[in-house]
């Protein structure tokens, strides 16, 4: 069973614009939340992270919520820029002895247009 | 920086071959995974090791095994490769410490004929 989903294979957008990405999760016990970002034929690389304790956090243009009750959380990039087009990931980690052993989902293609 | 190094970039290999794939990191970090990525499917976890000479099955096992003789070192082993098996490896290691990102190497596309 997908326990992290990404409904949205692809998204596309203007440069300039906010760019929204979306995942859902299923396992209760996770408790915190990365994106990773990835390049054609390189490995993933950490964006963001966001605690079960909080509902925001930001870095510069990126920012993620987590509703827990619903089990959602999003990835906000404004504004967009076309060095932003990669495949984003989706990861949960449950804490206590899951050795930081990640979930993913399935992740979302960003096309950002000039 | 952390550095988890990925032994190739592109293989190719025939059915049947056994494989060796291998990731080296530099951050004296204590868990080590195997991850493939297959359109999507995104990256599913194939092994992960938390110790030296300890291993754990991930969410897809079969055909695969792994070795970590080194705590720096950890390798993944396709016994007789087949072409479902063709993909693209991605190697990580993080600190056993609570909520902390994984570091990931490279990748290494495998095209098994």
């Known amino acids: 069973d997908q326990q992290v989903k990404q409904n949205s294979p692809s998204l596309s957008v203007q440069e300039g614009r906010i760019s929204i990405l979306n995942c859902d999760y299923t396992?209760?016990?996770?408790?915190?939340f990365l994106w990773y970002k990835k390049y054609p034929a390189e490995g993933p690389t950490f964006l963001i992270s966001?605690?079960?304790?909080?509902d925001k956090n930001e870095d510069g243009r990126f920012t993620v919520f987590l509703n827990k009750s619903a089990k959602h959380l999003s990835l906000h990039i404004v504004p967009s820029q076309p060095g932003d087009s990669a495949v984003y990931f989706c990861?949960?980690?449950?804490?206590?002895?899951?050795?930081?052993?990640?979930?993913f989902g399935q992740g979302t293609i960003l096309t950002v247009h000039p | 920086d952390v550095k988890v190094t990925q032994s190739s970039r592109y293989l190719v290999k025939r059915t049947g071959e056994k494989v060796f794939l291998e990731c080296v990191q530099d951050?004296?970090?204590?868990?080590m995974f195997w991850y493939r990525q297959d359109p999507g499917l995104g990256l599913r976890l194939i092994y992960f090791?938390?110790?030296?000479?300890?291993?754990e099955k991930g969410d897809i096992p079969e055909g695969y095994s792994v070795s970590r003789e080194k705590k720096e070192r950890f390798s993944l082993i396709l016994e007789s490769a087949s072409t479902n098996q063709t993909s693209m490896y991605l190697c990580?290691?993080?600190?056993?410490?609570?909520?902390?990102?994984?570091?990931f190497g490279q990748g290494t596309r495998l095209t098994v004929v």
């Open positions: 990861a949960a980690l449950a804490g206590g002895t899951s050795y930081g052993k990640l979930t």
């Open positions: 396992n209760s016990m996770f408790d915190y």
């Open positions: 090791s938390y110790d030296v000479k300890m291993k």
């Open positions: 990580a290691s993080s600190l056993q410490v609570w909520n902390t990102e994984a570091f």
């Open positions: 951050m004296d970090h204590e868990n």
């Open positions: 966001i605690s079960s304790i909080k």
